[in-house]
């Protein structure tokens, strides 16, 4: 079974902080993706990663970063954290790009303060 | 940008009664998914359809996919308890190549 694990399921952090969340996957994926997810909003995609050190722009890459070195991890970063970056985080990875099963991590509940 | 709506947004339904979500896009899809999150939980990968008219059942879900491809939807037989959570279609096609763009889900509640 595929395991992509999230390293906090829940944190607080302050205006201003910058802040790591990491994903790891165990299934040797290609892919690797970042979503947050709103209520009434679904699921929005923040940036994905086909290969080590590359990425491209989600749907709302604004106020993230990333970085992918070494092929099983992918972390989001927050360069400055606001409240309106309050939400869940969800990781997730595939095998495939455009065609393929994308298997979710549990969530990190972020709270900005 | 490519968009998928999905309604209704929520649902309440007797347990035994049938349920359905559907979603539809803006653009042509090359494929949609549906996922599953159950309440506390993740996303959970259900199906993948890819060809225009596409049925797929899984016991008391049917999957459809529209001739146009650029609708699909999700219908529960019957519903139980253990059906209680939120429904995403997620496509992808046209210009988000790589990318699955999800819709709002639906919220079921399923009262016993």
């Known amino acids: 079974d595929v395991k992509v694990t999230q390293s906090s399921r829940y944190l607080v952090k302050r205006t201003g902080e910058k802040v790591f969340l990491e994903c790891v996957q165990d299934m040797d994926h290609e892919n690797m993706f970042w979503y947050r997810q709103d209520p009434g909003l679904g699921l929005r995609l923040i940036y994905f990663s086909y290969d080590v050190k590359m990425k491209e722009k989600g749907d709302i890459p604004e106020g993230y970063s990333v970085s992918r070195e070494k092929k099983e991890r992918f972390s989001l970063i927050l360069e400055s954290a606001s409240t309106n970056q309050t939400s869940m985080y969800l990781c997730?990875?595939?095998?495939?790009?455009?065609?393929?099963?994308?298997?979710f991590g549990p969530g990190t509940r972020l709270t900005v303060l | 940008g490519q968009q998928v709506m999905q309604i209704p947004q929520y649902q309440h339904v007797q347990e035994g009664e049938d349920f359905t979500t559907y979603c539809n896009s803006s653009t042509t899809l090359s494929n949609i998914q549906w996922y599953k999150q159950r309440p506390g939980g993740h996303p959970v990968f259900l199906i993948q359809?890819?060809?225009?008219?596409e049925v797929k059942k899984q016991k008391r879900l049917t999957f459809q996919f529209g001739e146009a491809k650029k609708n699909s939807s999700l219908h529960i037989t019957a519903t139980q308890t253990t059906d209680v959570g939120t429904y995403f279609c997620?496509?992808?096609?046209?210009?988000?190549?790589?990318?699955?763009?999800f819709g709002q889900g639906t919220i079921l509640t399923v009262h016993p």
């Open positions: 997730a990875s595939s095998l495939f790009l455009t065609t393929d099963t994308q298997y």
């Open positions: 359809l890819v060809k225009s008219g």
């Open positions: 997620a496509g992808t096609g046209g210009t988000s190549y790589g990318k699955l763009t």
